[in-house]
């Protein structure tokens, strides 16, 4: 789950795959505004069929916070 999250993230970001940990903060640490989360996130709920709830929008403050959520609703 985490690599197919690292690869939508340095996709949308324009940035090298290595930079992405899980413990990377989306926007202090990669660099991400509000338009590139929200595009972000939105690709991620085509790729994995599924929809976030906007009361979780603002709870993914790191790579793994995305992760998390993801492995919690594809059970």
């Given amino acids: 789950m985490f690599e197919q999250v690292k690869a939508a ?5 324009r940035i090298s795959e290595d ?7 989306i926007k202090d640490d990669l660099g991400a505004d509000s338009l590139d989360v929200l595009e972000l996130l939105m690709d991620i709920e085509e790729k ?3 929809t976030i709830p ?13 992760v998390s959520f993801l ?4 059970k």
């Fill in 9 to 13: 993230l340095a996709k949308q970001l």
């Fill in 19 to 25: 930079k992405i940990e899980p413990s990377s903060k």
């Fill in 48 to 50: 994995f069929g599924i």
């Fill in 54 to 66: 906007d009361e979780e929008l603002g709870r993914f403050e790191t790579v793994q916070d995305i």
């Fill in 71 to 74: 492995e919690k609703v594809k």
